[in-house]
């Protein structure tokens, strides 16, 4: 099936769904020290049945947020959209408190962690490493990526509570709970600038002395949901604009603090493209060595894995507007961003090979947090897993057209229906019969991989969105006109995506025989048979003349003949009497004399009256669609005054019949061919003439006549 933003959006409310579900059937045996103990450790609160990389049915700050973040991100992205995720948190017949009022308590509950315990990394610290190395260092619970957590978190709360309101707030019970979210990120957002290293990055804690990517790249995230969500940076692409309220509680506490965004920013740039671009972009990508520092040690399970690190580059990148915000601003940076772009697509074909792609431990990335504790001599080590890799390829490729090269066209890589990355997440997804179902990953429900993946079809989602955007600001639509003023014409548009395979299947079956007898009558008699035998070609002239005298036949026959059959399937055969439009005319234009047997016929009646609706449906959206993929074609030759002067017309006048233009297009540009094949490139008109021609609307015949200017 063709994907497309409705089918996301159903997508990301039935993992909501699932998701609520785990808070109320976490339960799981935890044996130790020889206990067998029963504990349902995860009742109404966020946790995962993966006990080697996962919580593992434990609970905890890290945990909690992990679910709250992305329910709300899913919430603030889908707010308007017609799926109405808010049935899946708000529902109208329910025993009991609505599910959003128990996220609200947990959200509470993890400002009280926060305050007592600091940034710990609980339920994922479950042999106490990191607590130890902050207990002999005498240092407070900070390790960084549970401080970019809280940032995060606390920017999505506090937007959805701000959008809804009171509703949210009268339920909950906690008294005070935006202030203390507001005040928490305040805090926790100087605590996170705070932490940033010298050379630009972020470490593992505050006591780091160099920047990581991984660290880094966490940091530059939640940072981004504060351009986001509170300075409305992205209001074009996303649509949500600056919370003003917020804007100023930050400002009441610290007058410095969008510069001091905006230098961090900066300053990550900087580290990110110094320390790891260069070698990003060679054709190994990334490496082991490059990334791994003294007390921080990534651990590949298969050179391939280390696409994981050029993923997290290219995306932080884009998030700190590397192309766009640096000092010289030149357009080399976002070539340098294509190039690695470009390295992590050709890598794609491996990615997606059985092999790799369902090896568990290949498609996870672990890394090593380490401590030499120097007085008690003691080495103390945390490791923890990354497990999203579908995920996380989603989300790099959808930024990267999102925000560096925009692109009115859809990606396949991104949403193609086989190979793509929406597929990819897809696939990994756990089945209806599994425990835990619609969630991820495919060997056991892990909470971080799940988030990430929901946060992915998030991303996907705001992706259809902004191609929606494009294509109606790159274009302006013109089909209600256009079925306004005749629809013969309109039908005769809707069908043309069929023209094509009409095309192709009778030059390359039924025609093909009259076509090389065309070819032939049309030789030169030396070239034939009928004429004299050319004698043995003693030059390259000879050969190039050869060739020439070969191409022009083959023109003067084909072009001609694609003309008749473009003319026939558009404006003879598929044009029914005004007034004959219905879903039974398109079924049996479609499906030819097979309708009437499939609509008469013992059995089939159903399946006729399924494939009618089903061609009614694409005949409708064909109608709506045509002018927008005609444009399309055209328009990347047109110059933008050219583009302008369309629009104003259209406004006045109308588009008149885009049939006419679209056949003296046609004509035109065989006239081209036939002309290049005759030799006579002097007089020939240029394809972005041509072109230009079809946008405004003016007549092809009296189309000015210039110099081509680009290669045929």
Not at 72 to 97: M, R, Y
Not at 193 to 220: C, E, M, N, Y
Not at 393 to 410: E, G, I
Not at 568 to 594: C, F, H, I, M, N
């Amino acid at each position: 099936m063709a994907y497309n933003q409705d089918f996301v959006a159903g997508q990301i409310k039935d993992s909501v769904i699932a998701l609520l579900s785990t808070r109320k059937e976490i339960s799981i045996e935890i044996d130790r020290e020889g206990n067998n103990d029963h504990k349902e450790v995860g009742k109404n609160t966020f946790s995962d049945a993966d006990e080697e990389w996962g919580a593992g049915g434990r609970v905890g700050l890290m945990a909690s947020m992990q679910g709250i973040r992305t329910i709300f991100n899913s919430l603030a992205a889908l707010d308007k959209h017609a799926v109405n995720i808010w049935d899946a948190v708000l529902p109208k017949q329910q025993d009991g408190a609505p599910p959003i009022y128990d996220l609200l308590d947990e959200w509470a509950s993890c400002l009280n962690q926060l305050d007592e315990d600091g940034y710990h990394a609980d339920p994922y610290d479950d042999g106490e490493d990191l607590s130890e190395i902050f207990n002999r260092e005498d240092c407070p619970s900070c390790y960084i990526d549970t401080v970019a957590w809280v940032v995060s978190t606390c920017v999505l709360v506090n937007y959805v509570i701000k959008t809804r309101g009171g509703e949210l707030l009268s339920r909950t019970t906690e008294s005070g709970l935006l202030d203390r979210t507001r005040q928490r990120l305040r805090s926790s957002l100087q605590v996170l600038l705070d932490a940033q290293t010298a050379d630009g990055g972020w470490g593992w804690w505050p006591k780091s002395a160099r920047g990581h990517l991984i660290f880094t790249w966490s940091a530059v995230g939640s940072i981004a949901d504060i351009y986001d969500c509170v300075l409305g940076e992205s209001e074009q692409e996303i649509d949500i604009g600056p919370d003003m309220q917020m804007k100023e509680y930050l400002l009441e506490a610290d007058p410095g603090i969008l510069t001091r965004l905006q230098q961090s920013r900066q300053k990550a740039s900087n580290f990110l493209s110094q320390r790891y671009l260069k070698a990003a972009t060679t054709s190994q990508g990334l490496q082991q060595s490059d990334v791994s520092e003294d007390d921080i040690l990534v651990v590949p399970n298969d050179p391939l894995t280390m696409v994981f690190c050029d993923l997290y580059l290219l995306e932080a990148l884009i998030l700190v507007d590397y192309h766009e915000r640096h000092e010289d601003r030149s357009g080399s940076r976002e070539d340098e961003l294509e190039l690695l772009f470009s390295q992590i697509v050709g890598k794609l074909p491996r990615i997606k090979d059985a092999k790799f792609a369902r090896n568990t431990d290949a498609t996870q990335l672990e890394f090593q947090v380490t401590s030499n504790h120097k007085r008690q001599r003691e080495f103390i080590k945390f490791t923890a897993m990354d497990g999203g890799l579908w995920a996380q390829l989603l989300r790099t490729l959808v930024l990267y057209r999102f925000y560096v090269k925009k692109d009115p066209l859809f990606d396949p890589n991104i949403v193609g229906e086989k190979g793509s990355a929406l597929r990819l997440l897809l696939d990994a997804r756990r089945t209806s019969e599994a425990q835990y179902p619609g969630l991820w990953d495919l060997e056991s429900f892990n909470l971080a991989i799940s988030a990430r993946a929901i946060d992915g079809l998030v991303d996907c989602f705001d992706y259809f969105d902004l191609q929606h955007k494009l294509h109606h600001s790159e274009h302006p639509s013109i089909s209600s006109p256009i079925v306004q003023d005749g629809l013969a014409t309109a039908i005769t548009e809707a069908i043309y995506p069929l023209i094509e395979q009409r095309i192709q299947t009778s030059l390359q079956v039924g025609e093909l025989s009259s076509i090389l007898t065309s070819i032939t009558d049309n030789m030169p008699a030396d070239l034939s048979g009928d004429g004299p035998t050319p004698g043995p070609m003693q030059s390259e002239g000879d050969r190039a003349s050869l060739r020439k005298e070969i191409e022009s036949a083959i023109r003067q026959a084909v072009i001609p003949k694609v003309l008749d059959i473009i003319g026939d399937a558009t404006y003879q055969e598929w044009l029914p009497a005004r007034g004959e439009v219905s879903p039974d005319w398109v079924a049996k234009t479609l499906l030819g004399s097979k309708a009437e047997i499939m609509r008469t016929g013992e059995g089939t009646e159903q399946a006729y009256q399924l494939l009618s609706m089903l061609a009614w449906l694409s005949f409708n959206v064909g109608v709506r669609l045509w002018s927008t993929m005609l444009q399309e074609v055209v328009v990347e030759w047109v110059p933008q005054e050219a583009k302008d002067e369309f629009r104003s017309k259209i406004a006045h006048d109308g588009p008149g019949s885009l049939a006419e233009r679209l056949q003296q297009v046609m004509m035109a540009l065989a006239d081209i061919e036939l002309k290049a094949a005759d030799g006579s490139d002097e007089d020939r008109p240029s394809y972005r003439k041509i072109a230009e021609s079809l946008v405004l609307a003016k007549n092809q015949n009296a189309a000015p006549v210039v110099r081509a200017g680009r290669k045929g």
